[in-house]
Each structure stands twice: as structure tokens, then as C-alpha cells.
């Protein structure tokens, strides 16, 4: 059987990638970068916004520590290293033709040999409007694009999320006709229903009387502050209010049509929407979609336990950690989770099949099927985690001696000890200390209760929130238990094994213990608190070259706007 | 039958517990009972655990096996994961302070005599195992291992269960694979039923031995160690 050589794969060979700023993009960037200096040439698509694209790339060079290992290996000669390879090209996913000045474009379009789209809003329950843009259509876009490319491929990245309300094995296919419920689709009515969806749902929020509605009531609250209702503050107010009334509107609107099709959330359905949509187009250009899992801190590249954001297992991990003993989940549901090297690696499989053609429509990214991982093991490994982190590192007497002995408990939704319960009760006592308390009391006691009352009040909102963040993890960690195949991937006949995707090698407990829990903490949990995070700034700063000094090009209007005109 | 080659013509055979360690199975059983998730749990198994101790230590003098047997029952339902963790720390926080420097030096000089020194230890691999090889001074550690199913303990133990008469059968079987002349060899041990262990070997020694080996030894005319208190 013949087998493929990575490096000789990617020699000479120009890629570009667009989303290359978010967590599984920079680390695999990285690792191109590190790993194959063979490779051709690098683009990456960036958008400005209020710094030009080219500053935006160099920042996240400059801050991110996904890219330390570029810095220790090469230093001061990381910015000569980055010349010879890798181009800044300004763009807008979801605009047409990715938003690239025709002139950069033209070019590009010639020497590309893949685009890989890992641009994407992963927000579960975003504004519709957004999550059409990045997810739908930017996707379409980039397809279109390699259409008119002389030779490249499209490596579009997905989830394996995608499965929506299906139980049980999921298969590396997809059958863009049906939903997860089995209610027929047309992809492409599909977004078109979407597109009315969203001009309905903001012509209705721009009814006169919904406008008299939000005024009237701002004109009240002005005058509860004892506020002089200026007519100037109005409009102010009322333009904010109105904004965020549309945007309620059309996350609510997007909720509700991915879950009438058999999706749990937005994230998930316009990112099915997309893979039916290039499904269709397979048949005139070379695509894969590459479905990775709940991506998690890396295993070893860039180094141990990097990750960042508002991840997955990160939330429900930092409650195992607080007061909140029970979470809603269900014994023996398998979370996949996989390590972001894992799939950067994954990846660089993928990508290999498509440069060389060799290829298959869907490939998945996880570890459901070959290492899974269950609830019970997650939440009794990130207890006994924090419990050795608490017993040295514990604030309080309470927190080392107590919290770190009493272990999170795997509850259903409607438990006893619910969130939800918790908080009804803490919302009854703060009205019984506002409202409930006899009129005649000591002044004294008045103003403890309010305090405590006040306190209550904090506790309720941050309730509130964690209640919302399980609502949105629900799916994935109680009402559904999913097992992706993942034989694609591993079926790539990879030559060296230093790049094949391989998951079985993964120790749960080394990686959870050791791994993924410090990174965590170092990485995420003073983001969930509010807290700075670690700081890197590289000890060589690195300049990129921009497409219009690649090619010879005079800067331009700027990508929007030449892709808008 | 294939013979593996000894590190050196001359083995030693030392029993942890009471030699090596003063601390026996049911602390560590204890513990890890103590830290079960669930408070339930942890009353339920420490009850357990309690109830198992009369019984281990009456079995203690006749059938070690079925009393090592008993004392791991507790654990019974417990995540390996759990397990592994709860050993690291038990041996880091209560074992470690229980080891004997006497036993440590002894272990030390005979393999400066240039003994294949091998640890016999009735307490789990997480437990025993990582603490032995952490001291450095053992070839070879044996010890009772548990049976797991799907990552979770059954509570039983697997074949052979160390700590009971098969000491002897033990040291003749390894001897044999390495074509040992046992008559050279050593064994220490401090419970009555390493009896057959110390008698397989030519030059046996009890070390702070309980009443019952004591005597045996006195009547064998073993000598007898008890380390300085």
C-alpha cells in the first residue's frame, strides 16, 4: 500500500488560511510553521477592524503563546523565517471572494494548492445574523473561491456537533437531504428561509409601536433615576435598546429553527447548514470537511496545557472547583474531547489526502470511538484534580480542608440540589429581606437585611449565568450520547508517524491530571473570574510581509471595500 | 521451562510489612475508604473497612490470603483513577514517614553485597509498588494487585495474592526461572505466615517478628533482627 510523506506533501506546496487567529487555527499554524519548513508559502486571511490586518496578525504573533515554540527555536531571525513563508492577505470571510482585493486575489488564485477555512462563530446561541455570516456563508464563500482557483482544494472546518439530536454511532458521512430529526432539507432553501427569517424578524422589531414601546419605557426609567428626560439621552438610549431587541430577537429566532430541524443551538445548525451547502459543490471542487470534537488544552504542542476562551469542559470543570456540588449530567455520556495538537495533527492527515487527492468527504476528529471518555471520569478526575490543587493551594481553612474532600455529584437537570433550585431559593429570600420583612423594624436590621440582600442579589445573577451555561452544555453533556467514528483519519496511510493522527495514545488521567486541569487554570480560569490572564509578549517581536508588498501590489481601498464595490 | 537470567547469583527476599514499612493494608484501605466521592459511601466502606480489621487480624495468624482478601473489599466500586491518585497521595502524606531507615540501610547492604533484592508486599501495586521503587532499593517489587473492570475496582484481588503461605512456592518458582541455588539466598520477613517464605531459603531471618515467628524462629534457630527502637 503506498503511503504518504507529510514533508514531501507540503513541499512547495501554498496554502491559505483563513480564521488562522482563533484557538485550533494558531496551533495549527504553528505547527506548520515549526514542523514543515518545507512548505511553500503561507496566507493568512485576516480582517481589519479597528487595527489593519497585518498589525492584528503581528499582535497575535507578538501575545499569543501558541506561537512560543516559533519564537524559542528561531528568536531574533523569526521575522526572516516568517518573510520567506508566510504573507498577511486582508480579507472578510463573509464577504464575496473572501473579501481579497482582486489584484492580491489574482495571484493567489493561481499559486494556491489548498485553502483551509477554519473562520467560524462559536458562540452556541449567537445573533442569527452573525452566525450566517461566519458560519454559512463565509464558508460558501471560501468555496466559491477555490472554484476559481487554477488548482486548490478546500479543507473546511466543521464540528462533530453537526449530529445534532442523532444518538448513539456517528457515521463520517452526511446526508444533506435530512436533519438530525428527520425532517427533509434543501440546504440551499434552507438559507434562503434564513435570509427572510432575519429581514422579517427585523422589520418586525422596527414596527412604529414596538419604537413607542421601548421609548415610553425608557422615558419611565429616566424618570425612576429622577433623570431629566433629554431628548438627545432618549434616542441614545433608544437606538441601544432597540439594537439589543433585534439581536435578542434573532438569537431567539435562530434557537428556535435549529431546534424545530433537530439541532440544540445555532452554532451547530448553521454549521450543518454550510457542510450540506458544500456537499453540493464537492462534485466541481476537491473539498473535505473536517469535523473535530470539543477541542481541548494541547497535549504537548505548543506546549503542555496551552489553551485559552470559553471552551467546553473549562466551565463545567471550574464548578467542580466551587461550592456547586451537583451537575446536571448523565452517568456513563461520553464527552469527546480532544486535545488541539491531536487535531492539528488531524489536520495536517487531512489536508495530505486532499493535496494528493486521495480524499474522502467527511473526516472526524475525536476520540469517542477509540478512547472514550465518560462524565463519571471527567467530574471524578476533575475533582481529585482540584483536590490536589486545593490542599496546598486552597485560599481558605474551609476551601483546603472541606471543598477539597467533597466531591462534585453527576445529577440530573431536576435534581434537589439543582442550580435552578438553588437559585429559586436564593431569589425567595432575597424577596422576603426586600419585601417580606415587617414595616417596623429596628432601622439597623433594615439596612442588614438590605446588605444581605444585596448580597443575595450578586449571587442570584451569577446563578443565573451558571444555569445558562448549563443550559447550553445540556445537550452535550446529559440529553445526548454520541460515539463520532473516527476511522478516516486514522486510515490516511501517513509515513512518519511523528504526524499521524493517533488518539489512542492518549492517558486520560496523565492528561487530565497533569495537563489539561493546570492549563486551565492557568489559561482560562482567571478569564471566567474576571481575572488578567498571563501575559506573553515575544522577547523578539516579528513583522509579517503584507500581499501587497508580496506581490507587488499598491495598497488598495482596503479588502471590504473592494470586495463591497 | 525457559530460565530468566538473575542480576546476580544471589537473591534476597524481603517482606515489606514490618521490615521494610510499619504500616500495614488496612491503613491504606482506610484511606482510600475515607476519600471514596459520596459521604454515604465513605461511611458505608470506613464501617466496612472497620469490620474487616478483627477479621484480618484473626485471619492474620492462619490464612493471610483470605484476610487480604477480606481487607480490600472496600474498595470495591472505586475508579482506578481514584485509586492512583489516593495511593500517590497516602504514600507521599502518611507512608513515607513510615518508613524504617533500619529496613532502608538493610535493603541498601545487601545489594552492596550484591544481592537481587525483591520486595514481597501484601499492600496494592499503587501502593506499595510506587513506594518501594521511589526508595531505589529493591530489583524487583510483588505485590497484590486489583482487579479492574471497565476502570473500576471489583474489590477483589488478583492471583496469587501475596502475603499468605504461597511466600514459599513464590521464592521456590522465581529461584527456579533464574537458577537460583536458594540455599544461598536470604529471606527477611516478620509475620507468622512468612514461615514457608524464610524456610525456602538457606539463610533465613526474622525481623521484629510477632510472637508466632519469633518462636518458630527460636525453634528453626533463625536468627532474629528487631531493629532499635
Known amino acids: ?565 | 521451562m525457559s530460565k530468566t537470567p538473575a542480576t546476580s547469583d544471589r537473591a534476597a527476599f524481603v517482606r515489606a510489612e514490618g521490615v521494610l514499612v510499619d504500616r500495614g493494608v488496612l491503613s491504606a484501605v482506610a484511606y482510600m475508604a475515607a476519600h471514596r466521592p459520596g459521604f454515604r459511601e465513605r461511611g458505608l466502606r470506613l464501617l466496612q473497612t472497620a469490620a474487616a480489621a478483627p477479621l484480618f487480624a484473626a485471619l492474620g495468624q492462619r490464612d493471610r490470603s483470605l484476610g487480604n482478601r477480606v481487607a480490600h473489599l472496600p474498595l470495591r466500586d472505586m475508579s482506578e483513577d481514584r485509586i492512583a491518585i489516593l495511593a500517590e497521595e497516602y504514600v507521599e502524606d502518611i507512608l513515607r514517614d513510615k518508613v524504617l531507615d533500619t529496613g532502608v540501610e538493610l535493603l541498601k547492604g545487601l545489594r552492596r553485597e550484591g544481592f537481587t533484592v525483591v520486595v514481597l508486599s501484601e499492600g496494592i501495586d499503587e501502593v506499595m509498588g510506587r513506594l518501594v521503587r521511589s526508595l531505589g532499593v529493591a530489583d524487583e517489587v510483588h505485590t497484590n494487585r486489583l482487579e479492574y473492570r471497565a476502570g473500576r475496582a471489583t474489590g477483589k484481588l488478583l492471583d496469587p495474592v501475596v502475603g499468605g503461605y504461597e511466600g514459599g512456592r513464590f521464592v521456590r518458582d522465581w529461584g527456579r526461572r533464574r537458577g537460583l541455588d536458594l540455599s544461598r539466598c536470604r529471606a527477611y520477613a516478620s509475620k507468622a505466615p512468612d514461615v514457608l517464605l524464610l524456610s525456602a531459603v538457606g539463610e533465613p531471618c526474622a525481623v521484629n517478628p510477632d510472637f508466632t515467628l519469633r518462636k518458630a524462629a527460636r525453634e528453626a534457630n533463625w536468627p532474629i533482627r528487631d531493629y532499635p527502637a
Open chain 1, 1 to 565: 500500500m503506498a503511503t504518504f510523506d507529510v514533508r514531501s506533501t507540503f513541499a512547495g506546496r501554498h496554502v491559505l488560511l483563513s480564521g488562522a487567529t482563533g484557538f485550533v487555527g494558531k496551533v495549527w499554524l504553528a505547527m506548520l510553521l515549526d514542523r514543515l519548513p518545507e512548505i511553500g508559502h503561507l496566507y493568512v486571511l485576516i480582517r481589519s477592524k479597528k487595527r489593519p490586518a497585518h498589525e492584528r496578525f503581528e499582535r497575535a504573533l507578538n501575545t499569543s503563546p501558541a506561537f512560543r515554540p516559533l519564537h524559542e527555536r528561531f528568536g531574533a531571525d523569526l521575522s526572516d523565517y516568517l518573510e520567506r513563508r508566510l504573507t498577511v492577505v486582508e480579507g472578510d470571510v463573509s464577504l464575496p471572494g473572501l473579501g481579497i482585493d482582486p489584484a492580491v486575489a489574482a495571484p493567489l488564485r493561481k499559486k494556491l494548492d489548498l485553502v483551509v477555512n477554519f473562520a467560524g462563530l462559536v458562540d452556541f446561541n449567537p445573533d442569527l445574523r452573525d452566525a450566517l455570516a461566519s458560519n454559512v456563508e463565509g464558508a460558501v464563500h471560501a468555496a466559491d473561491f477555490v472554484a476559481a482557483c487554477d488548482h486548490a482544494a478546500l479543507l473546511h472546518v466543521s464540528t462533530c456537533y453537526v449530529a445534532g439530536t442523532r444518538e448513539g454511532r456517528i457515521p463520517e458521512s452526511l446526508d444533506p437531504t435530512r436533519t438530525p430529526n428527520g425532517t427533509p432539507f434543501d440546504a440551499e432553501r434552507e438559507l434562503e428561509h434564513l435570509h427572510a427569517l432575519v429581514a422579517e424578524t427585523v422589520t418586525a422589531a422596527d414596527d412604529p409601536a414596538v419604537h413607542d414601546e421601548i421609548r415610553e419605557q425608557i422615558v419611565a426609567r429616566l424618570e425612576r433615576r429622577g433623570l431629566a428626560p433629554k431628548e438627545s439621552r432618549i434616542r441614545a438610549m433608544a437606538a441601544r435598546l432597540h439594537r439589543r431587541r433585534v439581536k435578542e430577537a434573532l438569537i431567539e429566532a435562530g434557537t428556535r429553527r435549529a431546534t424545530e430541524l433537530g439541532w440544540p443551538n445555532t452554532y451547530t445548525y448553521t454549521k450543518a447548514l454550510a457542510e450540506a451547502l458544500l456537499a453540493a459543490r464537492a462534485e466541481t471542487i476537491p473539498v473535505a470537511l473536517f469535523r473535530p470534537a470539543i477541542v481541548e488544552s494541547a497535549e504537548s504542542f505548543p506546549f503542555p496545557g496551552w489553551n485559552e476562551g470559553f471552551n467546553t469542559s473549562g466551565p463545567l470543570v471550574y464548578l467542580a472547583g466551587t461550592w456547586l456540588r451537583h451537575i446536571p449530567a448523565k452517568h456513563y455520556n461520553k464527552l469527546d474531547v480532544i486535545p488541539v495538537d491531536h487535531v492539528a495533527r488531524g489536520l495536517t492527515t487531512a489536508a495530505v489526502a486532499l493535496l494528493h487527492r486521495e480524499h474522502r468527504l467527511v473526516y472526524q476528529c475525536g476520540t469517542s470511538d477509540l478512547r472514550p471518555l465518560t462524565m463519571d471520569r471527567i467530574f471524578d478526575l476533575s475533582a481529585l484534580a482540584h483536590r490536589k490543587h486545593l490542599r496546598t493551594h486552597g485560599a481558605t481553612k474551609a476551601r483546603r480542608v472541606l471543598l477539597s474532600r467533597w466531591d462534585i455529584t453527576v445529577s440530573t437537570p431536576e435534581g434537589l440540589l439543582s442550580v435552578r433550585n438553588i437559585r429559586r431559593v436564593v431569589h425567595q429570600a432575597n424577596r422576603f429581606l426586600r419585601h417580606g420583612l415587617p414595616s417596623k423594624i429596628p432601622h439597623e436590621v433594615r439596612e442588614k437585611a438590605d446588605e444581605l440582600a444585596h448580597t443575595g442579589e450578586n449571587a442570584e445573577r451569577r446563578l443565573r449565568q451558571i444555569e445558562d451555561v448549563m443550559d447550553l452544555f445540556q445537550p452535550f453533556i446529559h440529553d445526548h450520547d454520541f460515539t463520532f467514528e473516527c476511522r478516516a483519519l486514522r486510515e490516511v496511510p501517513i509515513r512518519d508517524p511523528a504526524f499521524r493522527f493517533d488518539p489512542a495514545s492518549i492517558d486520560w488521567r496523565r492528561y487530565w491530571m497533569d495537563v489539561h486541569m493546570p492549563g486551565l487554570r492557568r489559561w482560562c480560569f482567571p478569564e471566567y473570574e474576571g481575572k488578567e490572564r498571563e501575559a506573553y509578549q515575544a522577547p523578539h517581536p516579528v513583522t509579517v510581509v503584507r500581499a501587497e508588498e508580496r506581490f507587488g501590489i499598491e495598497p488598495g481601498r482596503g479588502a471590504g471595500e473592494a470586495a463591497r464595490s
